[in-house]
């Protein structure tokens, strides 16, 4: 508040949005977060070691193991866009609400701000660094016969095929690169989200859940992938 006695106010305002925010979405879920100590300012440039490829050879009796000295190429991760927002209560209005209740309010409504412009931000660019094999008429990095659709000829998807088009069909390319069994996830729009709750995954005697996602509205790991829902 601008003119206000209590400089600790707008401090508490904003950890308590970046709590909210952290609440909310699931972004810290599937991203990597180890570095964010060493970023201290904007600009700032991390160089991340990708992890090397270790040749495995066969072995013969009695012979010499020659060395390796794995080399990968690294990735550079720059911090180059921000996020901000600022306003003002006049001091009569700060005197005359609970402190607590509005911090925790505008927090809030901040904080959704803040997730729905991050999300759409992340989600809307992130889709393009996809591996040429992960994407396509012909994705696979072995079969080449995946069908995962183009922005051009996308698929339809109906209650009946949603789970081979929309998850199984993608759960196959990545394991062609043979991806780590556990780890994977999946964005997904709401209405595709409930067209899935809609297909075969609604029947407990074929999930083996104890109550059907049309009950509990959640629809949890399917495939190893752990599914988030987001406009």
């Given amino acids: 508040a601008d003119g206000a006695t209590d400089k600790r106010i707008p401090i508490a305002f904003s950890s308590k949005t970046l709590e909210k925010f952290y609440e909310t979405t699931f972004l810290p879920k599937i991203s990597n977060s180890d570095y964010t100590g060493e970023l ?6 991390v160089i991340i070691p990708k992890t090397p490829t270790i040749n495995i ?20 991760f720059s911090v180059n866009r921000g996020r901000t927002y600022n306003f003002a209560i006049d001091d009569v209005d700060v005197r005359q609400m609970k402190i607590k209740d509005w911090i925790s309010k505008y927090a809030e409504d901040a904080a959704q701000q ?6 759409t931000e992340v989600l809307s660019s992130i889709f393009v660094d996809a591996g040429a094999a992960n994407k396509g008429l012909n994705a696979g990095k072995r079969s080449q016969f995946i069908n995962l659709g183009t922005i051009a000829a996308p698929l ?6 949603i789970l081979r088009n929309g998850i199984l069909n993608a759960s196959l390319a990545i394991d062609a690169q043979d991806r780590p069994d556990s780890g994977s996830w999946m964005v997904a729009t709401p209405w ?3 067209m899935l709750k809609d297909s075969d995954i609604r ?3 074929i999930t083996g859940d104890y109550k059907s996602p049309l009950r509990t509205g959640m629809v949890g790991m ?3 992938f752990e599914l988030y829902s987001s406009n």
């Fill in 57 to 76: 050879s066969e072995y013969k009796k009695g012979q010499l193991l020659s060395l390796q000295f794995p080399e990968e190429a690294s990735t550079e």
């Fill in 156 to 161: 339809a998807l109906t209650n009946a095929n």
């Fill in 203 to 205: 029947r407990v005697d």
């Fill in 222 to 224: 399917i495939d190893r």
């Fill in 192 to 194: 595709f989200i409930s």
């Fill in 114 to 119: 803040m997730r729905i412009k991050i999300e």
């Fill in 40 to 45: 201290a300012n904007m600009g700032d440039k």
